[in-house]
């Protein structure tokens, strides 16, 4: 990838694309990763599907809810756990940060 398609790939991703990559790469199923995440099966396809083409790689292969990681997929989230983790904790500071102000 060069670097101007990196810079690209950052641009376009999301926090909440990593959080539905990682509940993907966690749970090796496209319904069950819904219904942690709360969205449709066809929601957490069409982001994995755009998070793949913005990064210009195949992260699975498969049809349908049944998938595998590819092995470079399996690196590429490997990188994103950590980020997943801060997503998580920042997600529960802004929580308690509102909860204590009153604001809802």
Known sequence: MESEEFDVFLRRTTLRQ???MASLR??????????????????????????????NVQLFEGNGRRFCLRPEGEKILDHLLPLTCEIVAL????????ELSGDS
């Open 26 to 55: 966690s749970h090796g199923s496209m319904s069950k990763a819904a219904e942690e995440l709360g969205m449709s099966v066809a929601n957490v396809s069409r982001v994995s599907k755009r998070f793949e083409a913005n990064l």
């Open 18 to 20: 990593i959080e539905i």
């Open 91 to 98: 997600r529960d500071h802004l929580k308690s940060m509102y």
